[in-house]
Structures are given as C-alpha cells and as structure tokens.
T-cell receptor, first 114, second 117 residues
C-alpha cells in the first residue's frame, strides 16, 4: 500500500537558517504529494502541493519538488522565521482523486529560535 | 483555498455522555469527508471516510458504534462520540474533499479538543 516516510524531528534552527525536511514515499502510479503545516492547537493547513513528476510546489518561501526517480518530496526554505515554528506533515493521495484518503508521514516539529 | 469549519473548537463533557462534532464545507461541495484523531505529539490517525448519502467506511480498530458518523448533505458531516470515556479525550480533525477532482488536496477543519472528565 501507499506510505510516506518523513524525517523525524524535532528540528531546532536559528532564525534565517536553511531548512530541509526529508520526505520519501512508496506508491503505485503517480500520486499527488502535499505538505501540510499544523500550528499549535489548530488543524492542518495546506502549505504546498505537486500533482505530477518534476512539479515544484511553492508557498510562503517554502518549496518542494516532486522527484519520481527518487520518490521524494523534500521540503526546503532558504531562511526560516520564528513564525515558521510548527509541525510539518508530508502526505500523498493516490490516483483516485478526491475520494481517496490522504496518507500522512509522522510529522516533523520545527522550532525556530530568534 | 476552500474553507472547512469545525465546531466546537473544544468541549468538555462528563463520562457516559455523548458529544457531537460538526464539520461544514463553507464554499464547496464536499462529496467525501474524513475524520481523524490525533494524539499528543503524534500524526493523524484516520478513523473513517464518509461519502455523502452513504454509510461511512471505518478503519480497522475503530468502533463504528462508538464513533457515529453522518454525512447527510454535501456540506455537513457529523461525528458523535457516544458514551464518552476519558480515553476518548483527544484532538479530532475533519477534512473535506471534492470527488470531481478540481481539488486534489483535502481541506481541514481547525480541530476539536475533546476532554472527557
């Protein structure tokens, strides 16, 4: 079945540091890939997505590229801010579209210190 | 993106009582809704998938008689925790998708913190 393996945290960085959170997946066909962010006490918000190979999702300075050859979707940001402190989830959805469930990684907690 | 509203944001109830949590899609037709449970510092555990107008499909190990899910319309799904006990205390999150494929992602509610005392 489909699965997502995500770098385990916690990750602690200083403000303006470079961020990478690794995510690899196992799936048949061409799944859609997502990064979600969860701030304390809140639900999940979509951060970015990519629906086909070589697509790059980007939002709020975060980027991730759908790499079919390495089955990866690593999240990167060149300069993190304190406000980026949150838990980040990598997820995939199979080829059945909106009615198919998301498969999540375990989440990576990021703390950015001033 | 689309908006999903979950209510209440938090609730405290006594053991043995039932609690209903609502999940509404405000600006799109949610043909499929998902209910998750999240334990502290852990990932989301999918409890069930519900398609509008049909019975929910529960994940293995989830008691369908305890966690009643209703998806009677394209904009509303409810989760009722029946005869709640302290071990049911958790963070419950819903998400909604549209089967027509315009949205490949799911949109999440803000979550409900349930505390059973």
């Amino acid at each position: 079945g489909n699965s997502v393996t995500q770098m385990e945290g916690p990750v602690t960085l200083s403000e303006e540091a470079f961020l990478t959170i690794n995510c690899t997946y196992t799936a048949t066909g061409y799944p859609s890939l997502f990064w979600y962010v969860q701030y304390p006490g809140e639900g999940l918000q979509l951060l970015l997505k990519a629906t086909k190979a070589d697509d790059k999702g980007s939002n709020k300075g975060f980027e991730a590229t759908y790499r079919k050859e390495t089955t990866s979707f690593h999240l990167e940001k060149g300069s993190v801010q304190v406000s980026d402190s949150a838990v980040y989830f990598c997820a995939l959805r199979g080829t059945q579209g909106g009615s198919e469930k998301l498969v999540f990684g375990k989440g990576t907690k990021l703390t950015v210190n001033p | 993106g689309a908006v999903v509203s979950q209510h209440p944001s938090w609730v405290i109830c006594k053991s043995g009582t039932s609690v209903k949590i609502e999940c509404r899609s405000l600006d799109f037709q949610a043909t499929t809704m998902f209910w998750y449970r999240q334990f502290p510092k852990q990932s989301l555990m999918l409890m069930a998938t519900s398609n509008e107008g049909s019975k929910a499909t529960y994940e293995q190990g989830v008691e369908k008689d305890k966690f009643l899910i209703n998806h009677a319309s394209l904009t509303l799904s409810t989760l009722t925790v029946t005869s709640a006990h302290p071990e049911d205390s958790s963070f419950y999150i819903c998400s909604a998708s549209n089967r027509q494929g315009y949205f490949t992602e799911a949109f999440f509610g803000q979550g409900t913190r349930l505390t059973v005392v």
